[in-house]
């Protein structure tokens, strides 16, 4: 089995990720974490690499070739990625979901706990936060429509929603295991 994780920036994707890959002893890929590596390598943010891509898809298509591959070679791991849901049609497909606010809030504190990984810039304020993710999500939806026709923020694609806004990871993490009915070892 393959769970991929999807949602709204804030949302605790990677933090719930982590937990369930824990649990269950797989492996995890994380393609928010490569396409950051890869615009640090360019001298880039990620939000001017997200811009980058909206001319060049290659940003995208690359990591989205990798991922169709792990889908189609490996087994039993755990995938984080806005486009996971397509490129590895047969996982099961997770939406975590946030209210805009909080999940700004959320990004916001951790770049102030770990700007480097995050690799998003200087963002100084929650105001400027916000901004951001206002700017990245309509990125993501640019260049998704734009080289594979879909919205990676609409919940149909997706066999599992749940609302984080009021849960800990953790309570996230223990739905998702519920609802796959799957008991971690």
């Known amino acids: 089995m393959i769970i991929s994780i999807s949602g709204k920036p804030g949302s605790g994707k990677t933090t719930v990720a982590n937990i369930l890959a824990k649990r269950l002893h797989w492996p995890q890929y994380y393609i928010g974490e490569i396409r ?20 060049d898809s290659s940003t995208d298509t690359d990591v989205d070739k990798y991922q169709e591959k792990l889908g189609k070679t490996k087994d039993n791991f755990i ?7 397509k490129f590895i049609p047969h996982s099961v497909k997770v939406y975590i979901n946030v209210d805009f606010s909080e999940g700004a809030r959320r990004v916001w504190q951790s770049l102030k706990e770990n700007p480097v990984a995050r690799n998003e810039g200087d963002i100084p304020t929650l105001t400027e936060c916000k901004k951001s993710v206002r700017e990245r999500i309509a990125s993501d939806k640019k260049r998704y429509k734009k080289y594979y026709n879909i919205d990676v923020y609409n919940k149909k694609h997706y066999d599992i929603v749940i609302d984080a806004t009021k849960k800990t990871p953790k309570e996230v993490a223990d739905d998702i295991l519920k609802r796959i009915k799957i008991v971690s070892r």
């Open 79 to 85: 995938i984080q990625g806005r486009t996971s849901f």
């Open 36 to 55: 950051r590596k890869l615009a640090a390598k360019r001298d880039m943010t990620l939000q001017e690499y997200n811009k980058l891509g909206e001319k």
